[in-house]
């Protein structure tokens, strides 16, 4: 995702984070999304899609500690989170779901048929004589 993103959010407005590890993958039938999100509460998590965005945002509430303590290495994340996927195909956001099971959300929005692209040869018919075409 991110060689085909530049490192750079997919749209200028939306800002990313490096939270969650997603997966992006497509099979025949749908476009398929899965992140990582252990210990974050499925209340928290908005998932939403457009025909050229798909957004996982939320917050993972940070757990609190026995008072105060000196971390001697931290490398999990709390906070704000949100991930930007481009689903580089056609899809059907109406029919679009997300469930979270076991920490891993997975986000699956169906293709359609690509419209754009697509060559239709369109028959010509002759006209009568002093016969006008309708608008």
Not at 21 to 28: M, N
Not at 77 to 95: E, K, M
Not at 102 to 123: C, H, S
């Amino acid at each position: 995702l991110r060689l085909l993103v530049g490192r750079r959010p997919a749209h200028p407005a939306i800002e990313e984070t490096e939270f969650p590890a997603i997966d992006v993958f497509e099979t025949p039938a749908a476009v398929v999304i899965e992140a990582e999100l252990p210990g974050v509460d499925p209340a928290a998590i908005v998932v939403i899609a457009s025909e050229s965005l798909i957004v996982i945002e939320g917050t993972k509430a940070e757990e609190p500690g026995p008072g105060r303590v000196t971390f001697l290495c931290m490398e999990r994340s709390f906070g704000v989170f949100r991930r930007v996927v481009l689903p580089g195909a056609a899809v059907d956001i109406s029919r679009a779901t997300a469930v979270c099971r076991d920490g891993i959300l997975q986000v699956r929005v169906p293709k359609v048929d690509e419209k754009r692209g697509r060559v239709r040869v369109v028959p010509v018919t002759a006209a009568q004589s002093g016969e006008r075409s309708e608008p």
